[in-house]
């Protein structure tokens, strides 16, 4: 990559909320699919650094909420929607409050080579 040359990078927070609530249980580890699920944004930054990049921006978003059950009765899965959405907009009100501490599931992350 050239000089300030910009990288995007986006990848699992594995210090998100969730993550830390959920362990092994965590809707985003995926066994066999994700070859790392240690990635945190101190991490990242460590690691663009050390390579001679500059992060230009880092956030983080959302929660990944897994289903409640696992049902085919229809009335309950249409309960469960309105559920889920419901515990959806809260926690996306929570997560304003803490953005600052990074606390999403997704890392979103820019950087541009310095070196």
Not at 93 to 103: A, D, E, G, R, Y
């Amino acid at each position: 990559m050239k000089i300030d040359g910009i990288l995007l990078i986006s990848t699992c927070n594995y210090g998100s909320l969730m993550s830390k609530l959920m362990k092994q249980r965590w809707s985003l580890i995926s066994p066999g699919y994700h070859q790392t699920h240690t990635i945190t944004t101190t991490d990242l930054n460590s690691w663009l650094k050390d390579a001679g990049f500059n992060v230009v921006r880092m956030r983080t978003f959302g929660l990944a909420l897994k289903s409640f059950s696992k049902t085919t009765i229809p009335v309950i899965k249409q309960i469960e929607k309105v559920v889920e959405k419901t515990l959806e907009l809260e926690i996306q009100q929570i997560l304003k409050l803490l953005s600052p501490f990074n606390l999403g599931d997704t890392i979103y992350c820019a950087a541009k080579r310095i070196i």
